[in-house]
Each structure stands twice: as C-alpha cells, then as structure tokens.
C-alpha cells in the first residue's frame, strides 16, 4: 500500500504542475487542461485519504493507461501525462523513429499543421509505471 500512496503523491505533484504550466501558457485553448488537471488533483486527494487498495489500484491503473499513447494528426491530437514523460514516437507516413522527452506534465490537444508529420507515440515511463502497479498489486 505503501507504493501506491508514493505513485498517488507523484501524480498529485504532477498534475499540481500541469495545472500551472496549463494556466501559464500562451495559447488560448488552456480551459481543457486546466480544468482536467484540476479534476484531477481533487480526485487523488480524494482516493489518497478515503480509497480503499482496490479503488486505488484501479484509479492508477486508468491514469497511467491514459497517458500511455500520443496521437498527432492533422484533424485530431491528443498528447495528456501527469509527471514525467519519455515518448518513443513513430511517423505514420515512414518508418522513422524518434524519441521526446517532455519533462514534467504536458498537454496539447491541437492538430499538427499541414505538412508536419503525423506522429504515434507510446510513453515509455507511463508503460514502466502501469507494470511496476500491476507488480505490485499483489503484494
């Protein structure tokens, strides 16, 4: 119960940060993040005081599955992590690899311009995370 209490405080931080780098950027489509992160950092302190091992287990298992793909593209995008990131990204049009790491929470849900490529990510450290919780149920 221990870990995930310590995974809880983690992705409280995390979305404590998104809710401010959200709020402090330049575009003006930061309603949705904010709003998400926000929800978020209620829901957690919820479940952190009140949750039982099997709500909370299912809560981070929906949080990290959520932020485990990235899709750009020209009519949808959807980038959403709470903490740290490292994505392992795939162009659609040709095999190119190529890695991003984000740093701390990240949002952008706004399309990639015409003639940008589009992108299929996988966030590793997300993936890394959903296993050691799957792990770490039983014990």
């Known amino acids: 119960m221990r870990f995930f209490k310590a995974v809880l405080i983690y992705l409280f931080v995390g979305s404590i940060i998104g809710v401010v780098s959200a709020?402090?950027?330049?575009?003006?489509?930061?309603?949705?993040?904010?709003?998400?992160?926000?929800?978020?950092?209620?829901?957690?302190?919820?479940?952190?005081?009140?949750?039982?091992?099997?709500?909370?287990?299912?809560?981070?298992?929906?949080?990290?599955?959520?932020?485990?793909?990235?899709?750009?593209?020209?009519?949808?995008?959807?980038?959403?992590?709470?903490?740290?990131?490292?994505?392992?990204?795939?162009?659609?049009?040709?095999?190119?690899?190529?890695?991003?790491v984000l740093g701390l929470s990240h949002s952008d849900f706004s399309p990639v311009q015409v003639g940008e490529p589009e992108i299929i990510g996988v966030n590793l450290l997300a993936f890394v995370f959903l296993l050691l919780i799957i792990v770490n149920r039983k014990k």
């Open 23 to 100: 709020s402090s950027s330049n575009g003006n489509n930061y309603i949705w993040p904010v709003l998400m992160y926000g929800l978020i950092s209620g829901y957690l302190i919820f479940i952190y005081f009140r949750g039982t091992r099997r709500l909370i287990f299912g809560s981070l298992l929906v949080l990290f599955l959520i932020q485990l793909i990235s899709i750009e593209t020209e009519s949808f995008s959807y980038l959403f992590t709470i903490g740290l990131s490292f994505f392992n990204n795939f162009k659609m049009d040709g095999f190119s690899v190529r890695s991003t």
